[in-house]
């Protein structure tokens, strides 16, 4: 297989204004407000910007490694039930950022995407970004979602 080294997103990064992930049945909704995040679930609270932004900024930083042609098993690669869904709402009005993460690795791919139902595509070099371990600020650390 030879890289196809491709941005998943074109552009040269994302901006965005609200952002969804989901996780199994674990799930968080973060929106911008001029430079500060606020939280709207799984509770409503100030967001993390540092730990939001680096999402964003690792979403905007997927290089495809290869298209996948022909008849997929959606199951095989981790797509039938996404291990991670992530919505991200362009601040500039652009089509929204759909992606769908599987949860299988092999080899020297780290995992298998797709974006808006389409046509699915193996990802090196990084992992799938990680939902912030603490989505909301400082105040509130200690509270669990």
């Not at 491709?6 to 040269?12: L, Y």
């Not at 919505?87 to 950022?97: C, F, H, I, K």
């Amino acid at each position: 297989m030879g890289s196809i080294n491709k941005p998943v997103v074109d552009g040269t990064g994302i901006q965005a204004k609200e952002v969804e992930i989901e996780a199994g049945e674990d799930s968080i909704r973060a929106v911008r407000i001029g430079d500060a995040w606020r939280l709207l679930s799984p509770m409503e609270d100030v967001g993390d910007r540092d730990h939001l932004e680096a999402l964003v900024s690792d979403l905007g930083a997927l290089r495809i490694e290869e298209f996948l042609d022909g008849e997929i098993d959606s199951a095989a690669i981790g797509l039938d039930v996404p291990e991670y869904s992530v919505v991200v709402v362009r601040s500039d009005g652009g089509e929204p950022l759909r992606l769908e993460l599987g949860a299988i690795r092999e080899s020297n791919i780290d995992f298998f995407p797709r974006i808006d139902q389409a046509e699915a595509m193996a990802v090196d070099d990084m992992g799938p970004p990680d939902a912030p371990d603490s989505p909301h600020g400082p105040e509130t650390e200690g509270l669990s979602p």
